[in-house]
Nanobody, 122 residues
Framework: QVQLVESGGGLVQAGGSLRLSCVAS????????MGWYRQAPGKQRELVAS???????KYKESASGRFTISRHNAEKTVWLETNNLIPEDTAVYYC????????????????WGQGTQVTVSS
């Protein structure tokens, strides 16, 4: 069974930092894009950052310059380094990955982690 397990959330003061981690496990033949979404109370889930298998990154405008996404393909792991956190960053952060389970990178679908809470106090 394919799983994504996140860690690294918590409570931090404004201006602080957190490093979120997400590891994919199970019968995986290939992982395409990986990334992070977040959902604040009463708001829709939004993309924070993503990274392709080739290392191309994309960021939400408000995260650019403060957050850094990286990955290790062989370890099927993606990280989100968050710096200079502000209260508006408070949300549940969800890891996602486009994971293939078939031969030659076939049978691909998006998978989601269970979410990790990030709370930034002012």
């Amino acid at each position: 069974q394919v799983q994504l397990v996140e860690s690294g959330g918590g409570l931090v003061q404004a201006g602080g930092s957190l490093r979120l981690s997400c590891v994919a496990s199970g019968p995986i033949s290939y992982v395409n894009t990986m990334g992070w979404y977040r959902q604040a109370p009463g708001k829709q889930r939004e993309l924070v950052a993503s990274i392709t298998a080739g290392g191309r990154t994309k960021y939400k405008e408000s995260a650019s310059g403060r957050f850094t996404i990286s990955r290790h393909n062989a370890e099927k792991t993606v990280w989100l380094e968050t710096n200079n956190l502000i209260p508006e960053d408070t949300a549940v952060y969800y890891c996602y990955a486009d994971i293939c389970t078939g031969v030659f990178g076939s049978d691909c679908q998006d998978r989601w982690g269970q979410g990790t809470q990030v709370t930034v106090s002012s």
